[in-house]
């Protein structure tokens, strides 16, 4: 298996601009995190799926960001409009059971917000 | 509400130098503690699970071990390609099955 791919691999844009974020996780798993990571805050959890159902979406910053899985293959995290203050790397993982498995990680989006 | 705390931060060693990372935690019902371990531009990757006090694991030149309050990251004569930073995290009863993170140690290793 090739692992959780993330597109794009870095991400630069202006303040007020909306950017996606996309996430391919492994097959067979039914559980896909979204995780934001800052020296300052380290990883935080976002939201996270089950059998592509939002589960917990407690550690979204705001209304601003929206995630969404259309599907078992496919996941998107939006944030419209961008601030500066949302520049960080984001991660996407994927495990077969929330808790008991392990995560894997895709190597993130690095979102850089002027 | 779980929490995950690693010591130290930080943590400079001579190549060969063997030493422990620490991680404690306050879960309610644990279902599983992680190690990963992080290289700067890429995402963490998996080394270990430990689901029981008293459980151990080894890979190389790490070993990781259980209590009921924490977990021991051992590395045995580490070299300059163990350089990383070392994360754990614990999946609760109580987390509605969040995994947390604690903030990682950043290991050096000197030649």
């Known amino acids: 298996d090739a692992g959780v791919i993330q597109s794009p691999r870095h991400e630069v844009t202006e303040m007020g601009q909306e950017v996606t974020l996309r996430c391919k996780p492994i097959?067979?798993?039914?559980?896909l995190f979204w995780y934001r990571q800052t020296m300052m805050r380290g990883l935080e959890l976002l939201i996270y799926f089950n059998n592509n159902v939002p589960i917990d979406d407690s550690g979204m910053p705001e209304d601003r960001f929206s995630a969404k899985m259309p599907n078992a293959s496919f996941s998107t995290l939006k944030i419209q409009p961008s601030e500066p203050r949302d520049s960080a790397v984001y991660f996407c993982?994927?495990?077969?059971?929330?808790?008991?498995?392990?995560?894997?990680f895709g190597n993130g989006t690095r979102l850089t917000v002027t | 509400e779980d929490q995950v705390t690693q010591s130290p931060e930080a943590l400079r060693l001579q190549e060969g130098e063997s030493s422990s990372l620490n991680c404690s935690y306050t879960v309610s019902g644990l279902r599983g503690l992680f190690w990963y371990r992080q290289d700067p531009g890429k995402g963490p990757e998996f080394l270990f699970t430990?689901?029981?006090a008293g459980e151990e694991k080894e890979k190389e030149r790490l070993k990781a071990t259980l209590t009921k309050k924490e977990s021991f990251l051992h590395i045995t004569a580490p070299k300059p390609e163990d350089s990383a930073t070392y994360l754990c995290a614990v999946g609760g009863v109580g987390s509605a099955s969040k995994i947390i993170f604690g903030s990682g140690t950043r290991l050096s290793i000197r030649p």
């Open positions: 097959s067979g798993h039914d559980y």
């Open positions: 993982a994927s495990s077969f059971s929330a808790g008991y498995s392990p995560l894997h």
């Open positions: 430990l689901y029981s």
